[in-house]
């Protein structure tokens, strides 16, 4: 039993002291998120705006955008262009929010974003249009 115990942890050390992270995401669904990553959702999704959840566990970031409780009867909102860049010990995330008021009312209510990270950063910092913004509620 111990030399299970001991491979467990060497495994786990092996895994944390990998260098060869990269920094990168996808879009995913949220069928596709993991159990824990769906509670979060349920808490989210009550109200507009852009969603943080860091899980410790897998070192990803999830992000959230939630326009479903938007008055779709004049506009729509939509995300768009969503990218991640690293300086330093700070990770940029970056998107574009569009307002349609034309006759096009076909948006995407909801959109998740996985952000694998590469290493520890010390600062997040959002980008909406390339101005700064803030993230309506952060979860861990």
Do not use: P, W
């Amino acid at each position: 039993m111990k030399q299970l115990l001991v491979m467990v942890l060497c495994a786990a050390l092996l895994i944390g002291c990998n260098t060869n992270r990269t920094l990168s995401y996808e879009e995913v669904t949220m069928k596709d998120l993991d159990k824990g990553d769906q509670v979060f959702y349920q808490h989210a999704q009550a109200e507009n705006g852009v969603y943080l959840f860091y899980d410790t566990s897998d070192d990803k970031l999830v992000i959230y955008f939630n326009t479903s409780h938007e008055n779709q009867e004049d506009y729509a909102v939509d995300f768009t262009n969503f990218d991640v860049e690293s300086d330093g010990d700070t990770l940029h995330i970056l998107y574009d929010k569009n307002q349609d008021e034309g006759e096009s009312k076909t948006f995407q209510e909801q959109q998740f974003y996985e952000i694998y990270l590469d290493k520890e950063y010390e600062t997040i910092e959002l980008f909406e249009n390339g101005d700064m913004a803030a993230f309506t509620s952060i979860y861990s």
